[in-house]
C-alpha cells in the first residue's frame, strides 16, 4: 500500500472524529434543551382529528 494513502486515511478519520464530537457538543447544548424535549413529547401526543387514513383488508374475507 502507498504511504500515502495511510496519511489519507490518518487524516479522514481525524477529520470525522471531529465532525462527530462537534455534532456531540451542539447536540448538547443547554440552549437546545427545550427544543429537544418539546421534541421529544411529540410521538406521545395524541392527535386532535380523526385518521383519514384506514389500513387495506389483507384477506379476501376481509373485503367483503
Known sequence: MNPVWG???GVFIVLMMATFIG?????WLPRHKQTFGRLSKLPMEDD?????????????????
Request: cysteine-free; hydrophobic content about 35%; charged content about 25%.
Open 7 to 9: 496519511h489519507v486515511a
Open 23 to 27: 455534532i456531540w457538543v451542539w447536540a
Open 48 to 64: 386532535d382529528a380523526p385518521s383519514d387514513h384506514k389500513v387495506p383488508p389483507t384477506s379476501p374475507e376481509d373485503r367483503t
